[in-house]
């Protein structure tokens, strides 16, 4: 059976990655998915003022919240499907979840943003394909804001641009 791991995060855009899979179930419908919701921990400063079982009932609350999209889309189409919830570094969890679920894909879905942007973010996405062997399907999401397509790009070239002109002089 072939496995698939769509990590979700309650976002528009992780419901891309969860009409794929749909997509690919009616292709092939002995396809297993796996929605995976990974919460990260609270600091050590969180734990001593709030009791464990407050944080544990915070963090499933969060999980159960972003994996309703996704639930809810298969449930309506009838796509048999699991959950999981973790917790820990979003981008190692989702690695080591693909590993153990012996998944054939990871299939996640991104914001559209320009290749200056991908280039010096740290995203989940370029941690999960340094960590894992399993292959990695990127899904374009919906497009990035109008800051994050002109504005942020625009601030990385007037750096890139002062450090040269720094360099050269």
Do not use: W
Request: net charge positive.
């Amino acid at each position: 059976m072939l496995k698939i791991l769509i990590p979700v995060d309650g976002s528009s855009n992780s419901l891309h990655a969860v009409r794929h899979a749909i997509n690919e179930f009616r292709k092939n419908s002995a396809l297993e998915i796996i929605l995976l919701n990974v919460q990260a921990p609270f600091s050590q400063n969180i734990g001593r003022f709030v009791s464990r079982k407050d944080c544990d009932d915070f963090h499933r609350d969060q999980a159960e919240q972003a994996l309703l999209s996704g639930s809810r889309m298969l449930d309506r189409l009838r796509v048999p499907y699991e959950t999981h919830i973790a917790l820990g570094s979003k981008a190692s969890v989702i690695a080591d979840m693909a590993r153990r679920f012996r998944c054939e894909r990871i299939v996640m879905s991104t914001t559209r943003k320009s290749s200056l942007i991908r280039m010096v973010e740290d995203s989940t996405i370029n941690q999960v394909i340094e960590l894992t062997s399993v292959p990695v399907e990127i899904i374009a999401g919906d497009e990035a804001s109008r800051v994050k397509r002109y504005g942020v790009p625009a601030g990385v070239g007037t750096v890139l641009a002062s450090l040269f002109f720094a360099a050269a002089n």
